[in-house]
């Protein structure tokens, strides 16, 4: 017997029947009757409720599952951002190795550069240096022609002023 089933007069006949004073029977029944009511009060609203429960869990799963598509394209999206990334850093990566490439090329070709001139600078200043050494050879002879003939000039002067000075005092010196 459900709620909805539930009759008062049978249930106050049955209560007489049992033995129950015929007002308290009533009372019983009326009782009841006010409880089955409220009952069946709850169990429309409970109805209710769980229609608006499974219209509402609808909704949501229908949320969840849009955003669930919708989480699925941005996911989509990342990897679509991350490869596109992942291919541009290995094009730099690549560029940056050709460019360094090219500058260590550069570079060898500058040392290579800076060899040959330092080898010529080089090249030069011994030559300089050879240059040097005979100038200051020739330069240490001529001083020293220069110091023997100086020599040969003071002793030439020295002896002419000897003469010199003989022919005066001979001249001064009266002869008998």
Avoid at 35 to 63: C, D, F, H, P, Y
Avoid at 85 to 91: G, H, S, V, Y
Avoid at 92 to 119: G, M, N, T
Wanted: with cysteine; aromatic share 2%; net charge negative.
């Amino acid at each position: 017997m459900t709620v909805a089933d539930f009759d008062s007069n049978q249930y106050a006949k049955r209560l007489r029947d049992a033995g129950l004073p015929e007002p308290v029977a009533d009372i019983e029944a009326e009782a009841m009757a006010d409880i089955s009511k409220s009952l069946m009060a709850l169990e429309a609203a409970a109805e209710k409720q769980e229609i608006n429960v499974n219209a509402s869990n609808r909704e949501t799963g229908a949320k969840i599952d849009h955003l669930d598509s919708k989480i699925d394209r941005l996911d989509s999206k990342v990897d679509c951002v991350a490869t596109e990334l992942d291919a541009k850093i290995d094009r730099l990566d690549a560029k940056v190795d050709r460019v360094a490439a090219e500058l260590d090329a550069k570079i060898d070709r500058l040392d290579a550069k800076v060899d040959r001139v330092a080898a010529e600078l080089n090249a030069k200043i011994d030559c300089l240096d050879a240059k040097i050494d005979r100038v200051a050879a020739e330069l240490r002879g001529q001083i020293s022609d220069m110091k023997a003939e100086l020599i040969r000039w003071a002793v030439g002067v020295g002896i002419l002023q000897m003469a010199l000075i003989s022919a005066l005092l001979l001249r001064l010196i009266p002869i008998p």
